[in-house]
C-alpha cells in the first residue's frame, strides 16, 4: 500500500496543475510532507495531495525529522523549520543533520562540529559556537 502511494504521489509532481508549479526535483515524502524544489531553484514542502503546504522560499531543504527541517536562507546557513514553516531555529550554521532522539549535529564556518536541542540550544560544543569556536 505504501508503494502505491508513494508511485501516485510522484505521478502527482509530475502532472502540471492549474495554478501549481511543476516540480523540479521531489524526493520521499517523511512526516507527511515532502520537498520539492521549483523551476526557480527555490525549495519548499507539499503535502501528501500535492497542495503546496510551505512556500518555496528556501535555497535548500532536507527531510522533515521529529517535526522539524533543514531548510538553507539565501546566504547560505542552516535552520530548522516546523510543519506550519515557521523558522525555529535560526539559519546561523553552515551544515546540519536532520534530528535523531531529539538532537542534530551542526557545523559552523570554523568547521567546528556540535550538537544542539529542538530550541537550538548547544548541547555539546567541541569548540563550537554559533558565531566561531569557543575560547580554550
Known amino acids: 500500500m505504501k508503494r502505491i502511494k508513494l508511485f501516485f504521489g510522484v505521478l502527482m509532481l509530475l ?35 500535492g497542495t503546496l503546504v510551505i512556500p518555496c522560499n528556501w535555497n535548500g531543504a532536507n527531510n522533515f525529522s521529529e517535526g522539524l527541517a533543514p531548510v538553507k536562507n539565501k546566504k547560505g546557513k542552516w535552520g530548522f523549520i516546523n510543519k506550519t514553516g515557521e523558522l ?38 567541541g569548540g563550537l559556537s554559533v558565531d566561531g569556536p569557543t575560547a580554550a
Do not use: R
Not at 523551476?39 to 503535502?47: C, L, P, T
Not at 531529539?102 to 536541542?117: Q, T, Y
Open 15 to 49: 502532472i502540471p496543475v492549474s495554478g501549481m508549479a511543476q516540480w523540479v526535483n521531489t524526493v520521499k515524502y517523511s512526516e507527511g510532507l515532502a520537498f520539492v524544489k521549483n523551476d526557480k531553484g527555490k525549495y519548499g514542502f507539499i503535502d501528501e495531495a
Open 88 to 125: 525555529v531555529i535560526p539559519c546561523t550554521w553552515e551544515d546540519v543533520d536532520s534530528f535523531e532522539d531529539g538532537l542534530a549535529i551542526v557545523e559552523n564556518s570554523h568547521e567546528k562540529m556540535g550538537i544542539i536541542d529542538k530550541t537550538g540550544k548547544i548541547m555539546a560544543q
